[in-house]
Protein backbone atom coordinates (compact mmCIF):
# COMPACT_ATOMS: atom_id res chain seq x y z
CA UNK A 1 0.00 0.00 0.00
CA UNK A 2 1.38 3.48 -0.83
CA UNK A 3 0.95 6.71 0.23
CA UNK A 4 -0.79 7.84 -2.63
CA UNK A 5 -3.76 5.59 -1.39
CA UNK A 6 -4.43 7.48 1.42
CA UNK A 7 -3.46 10.63 -0.38
CA UNK A 8 -5.38 10.92 -3.32
CA UNK A 9 -5.31 14.29 -3.06
CA UNK A 10 -1.92 14.47 -2.87
CA UNK A 11 -1.86 16.73 0.04
CA UNK A 12 -0.50 15.57 3.80
CA UNK A 13 -1.28 17.57 7.03
CA UNK A 14 0.14 16.69 10.34
CA UNK A 15 1.17 18.79 13.33
CA UNK A 16 4.84 19.69 14.30
CA UNK A 17 4.50 17.45 17.06
CA UNK A 18 3.60 14.57 15.04
CA UNK A 19 6.26 15.64 12.47
CA UNK A 20 8.90 15.56 15.02
CA UNK A 21 8.20 12.46 16.23
CA UNK A 22 8.27 10.67 12.88
CA UNK A 23 11.44 12.21 12.14
CA UNK A 24 13.22 10.99 15.89
CA UNK A 25 12.00 7.49 15.80
CA UNK A 26 13.13 7.18 12.51
CA UNK A 27 16.83 7.97 12.76
CA UNK A 28 17.21 6.34 16.49
CA UNK A 29 21.49 5.90 16.54
CA UNK A 30 22.32 3.69 19.70
CA UNK A 31 25.18 4.05 21.71
CA UNK A 32 27.66 1.22 21.21
CA UNK A 33 27.38 0.10 25.06
CA UNK A 34 27.25 -3.63 26.19
CA UNK A 35 27.96 -4.67 29.80
CA UNK A 36 27.36 -8.54 29.79
CA UNK A 37 25.77 -11.87 28.18
CA UNK A 38 22.98 -9.45 27.02
CA UNK A 39 24.82 -7.55 25.09
CA UNK A 40 25.75 -10.68 22.60
CA UNK A 41 21.86 -10.92 21.43
CA UNK A 42 22.25 -6.86 20.73
CA UNK A 43 25.19 -7.57 19.08
CA UNK A 44 22.97 -10.16 17.07
CA UNK A 45 20.07 -7.55 16.30
CA UNK A 46 22.56 -5.22 14.11
CA UNK A 47 23.49 -8.13 12.33
CA UNK A 48 22.52 -9.43 8.81
CA UNK A 49 19.56 -11.68 9.83
CA UNK A 50 17.87 -9.61 12.12
CA UNK A 51 18.79 -6.02 10.25
CA UNK A 52 18.27 -3.52 12.93
CA UNK A 53 19.04 -1.07 9.90
CA UNK A 54 15.70 -1.75 8.66
CA UNK A 55 14.46 0.88 11.41
CA UNK A 56 17.43 3.09 10.85
CA UNK A 57 19.10 2.36 13.65
CA UNK A 58 22.38 0.34 11.61
CA UNK A 59 24.80 2.92 13.14
CA UNK A 60 25.90 2.09 16.51
CA UNK A 61 27.39 5.22 17.34
CA UNK A 62 30.95 5.18 19.47
CA UNK A 63 30.51 8.14 20.90
CA UNK A 64 27.79 9.52 23.25
CA UNK A 65 27.91 12.94 21.56
CA UNK A 66 26.46 11.42 18.47
CA UNK A 67 23.97 8.88 19.91
CA UNK A 68 20.74 9.14 21.63
CA UNK A 69 19.29 5.46 22.81
CA UNK A 70 21.09 3.66 24.84
CA UNK A 71 20.62 0.29 25.25
CA UNK A 72 21.65 -1.06 29.35
CA UNK A 73 22.62 -4.46 27.83
CA UNK A 74 23.86 -6.43 30.99
CA UNK A 75 23.92 -6.18 34.40
CA UNK A 76 25.10 -2.77 36.00
CA UNK A 77 28.20 -3.34 38.64
CA UNK A 78 28.39 -0.61 41.42
CA UNK A 79 31.75 0.54 39.77
CA UNK A 80 30.34 0.70 36.70
CA UNK A 81 27.44 3.00 37.37
CA UNK A 82 29.45 6.33 37.41
CA UNK A 83 30.66 5.31 34.31
CA UNK A 84 27.39 4.54 32.74
CA UNK A 85 25.62 8.19 34.28
CA UNK A 86 28.89 9.87 32.53
CA UNK A 87 27.89 8.11 29.31
CA UNK A 88 24.46 9.12 30.01
CA UNK A 89 25.14 12.53 30.75
CA UNK A 90 27.20 13.55 27.61
CA UNK A 91 24.61 11.91 24.93
CA UNK A 92 22.40 15.21 23.83
CA UNK A 93 18.94 15.36 24.17
CA UNK A 94 16.48 14.34 23.82
CA UNK A 95 18.05 10.88 24.85
CA UNK A 96 16.13 7.31 25.48
CA UNK A 97 17.19 4.34 27.36
CA UNK A 98 16.30 0.72 27.32
CA UNK A 99 17.08 -1.54 29.83
CA UNK A 100 17.33 -5.19 28.29
CA UNK A 101 16.98 -8.30 30.24
CA UNK A 102 16.57 -8.83 34.25
CA UNK A 103 20.13 -7.57 35.22
CA UNK A 104 19.56 -4.08 33.82
CA UNK A 105 15.96 -4.02 35.03
CA UNK A 106 15.86 -4.90 38.25
CA UNK A 107 19.35 -6.48 39.39
CA UNK A 108 18.08 -9.98 37.84
CA UNK A 109 19.37 -13.06 39.95
CA UNK A 110 22.09 -10.92 40.63
CA UNK A 111 20.79 -9.90 44.38
CA UNK A 112 24.03 -8.75 46.38
CA UNK A 113 26.48 -5.65 47.00
CA UNK A 114 28.00 -5.69 43.81
CA UNK A 115 25.20 -5.36 41.32
CA UNK A 116 22.50 -2.25 40.72
CA UNK A 117 19.33 -3.56 41.65
CA UNK A 118 17.81 -1.88 38.66
CA UNK A 119 19.47 0.91 36.63
CA UNK A 120 16.69 2.99 37.21
CA UNK A 121 18.62 3.60 40.17
CA UNK A 122 21.35 5.94 37.74
CA UNK A 123 19.56 7.10 34.80
CA UNK A 124 15.80 6.95 33.85
CA UNK A 125 14.48 4.41 31.43
CA UNK A 126 11.88 4.67 29.19
CA UNK A 127 11.37 0.76 28.16
CA UNK A 128 12.05 -2.38 30.25
CA UNK A 129 12.84 -5.61 28.59
CA UNK A 130 11.84 -8.70 30.65
CA UNK A 131 14.14 -12.16 29.54
CA UNK A 132 17.69 -13.98 29.89
CA UNK A 133 18.51 -12.73 27.85
CA UNK A 134 15.71 -11.51 25.90
CA UNK A 135 16.34 -12.78 21.98
CA UNK A 136 17.21 -10.34 19.21
CA UNK A 137 12.74 -10.35 18.55
CA UNK A 138 12.00 -9.25 21.93
CA UNK A 139 15.30 -6.44 21.43
CA UNK A 140 13.27 -5.18 17.77
CA UNK A 141 9.49 -5.17 19.50
CA UNK A 142 10.85 -3.19 22.08
CA UNK A 143 12.28 -0.30 19.94
CA UNK A 144 9.57 -0.69 18.20
CA UNK A 145 7.61 0.03 21.64
CA UNK A 146 9.61 2.55 21.80
CA UNK A 147 9.58 4.12 18.76
CA UNK A 148 5.62 4.52 19.13
CA UNK A 149 6.43 6.38 22.47
CA UNK A 150 8.75 8.72 20.77
CA UNK A 151 6.24 9.12 18.12
CA UNK A 152 3.36 9.87 20.35
CA UNK A 153 5.90 12.17 22.68
CA UNK A 154 4.67 15.89 23.48
CA UNK A 155 6.75 19.00 22.84
CA UNK A 156 7.32 22.43 24.40
CA UNK A 157 4.52 23.03 27.61
CA UNK A 158 2.78 19.77 26.37
CA UNK A 159 5.66 18.05 27.36
CA UNK A 160 6.39 19.88 30.59
CA UNK A 161 2.93 18.75 31.82
CA UNK A 162 3.65 14.98 30.30
CA UNK A 163 6.68 14.77 32.47
CA UNK A 164 4.98 16.34 35.64
CA UNK A 165 1.82 13.58 35.43
CA UNK A 166 4.63 11.24 35.26
CA UNK A 167 6.42 12.06 37.82
CA UNK A 168 3.24 12.37 40.12
CA UNK A 169 2.86 9.28 38.83
CA UNK A 170 6.10 7.30 39.75
CA UNK A 171 5.88 8.68 43.40
CA UNK A 172 2.60 7.48 43.79
CA UNK A 173 3.57 3.68 42.47
CA UNK A 174 4.93 1.07 44.73
CA UNK A 175 8.62 1.43 45.99
CA UNK A 176 10.38 -2.35 44.86
CA UNK A 177 11.52 -3.34 48.02
CA UNK A 178 7.97 -3.57 49.11
CA UNK A 179 7.37 -5.76 46.21
CA UNK A 180 7.07 -9.10 46.63
CA UNK A 181 8.34 -12.02 44.19
CA UNK A 182 7.27 -15.46 43.88
CA UNK A 183 10.15 -16.78 46.18
CA UNK A 184 9.44 -14.70 49.53
S1 LIG B 1 19.80 -10.92 31.89
FE1 LIG B 1 20.85 -12.91 31.66
S2 LIG B 1 21.87 -12.72 29.70
FE2 LIG B 1 21.38 -10.63 30.34
S3 LIG B 1 23.18 -9.90 31.46
FE3 LIG B 1 21.79 -10.82 32.95
S4 LIG B 1 22.52 -12.94 33.15
FE4 LIG B 1 23.38 -12.12 31.25
Known sequence: MGLEESLPSGVLLTTVEKFAGYARKGSLWPATF????????????????????????????????????????????????????????????????????????????????????????VVPVDIYLPGCPPRPEMLIDAILKLHDQ?????????????VIALEAEALTAAPTIEMRGLLR
Not at 51 to 63: H, I, N, P, T, W
Not at 150 to 162: C, F, M, S, V, Y
Request: hydrophobic fraction near 45%; glycine fraction near 10%; aromatic fraction near 6%.
Open 150 to 162: IQDTKLGPHRKAE
Open 34 to 121: GLACCAIEMMTTGGARYDLARFGMEVFRASPRQADLMIVAGRVSQKMAPVLRQIYDQMPAPKWVLAMGVCASSGGMFNNYAIVQGVDH
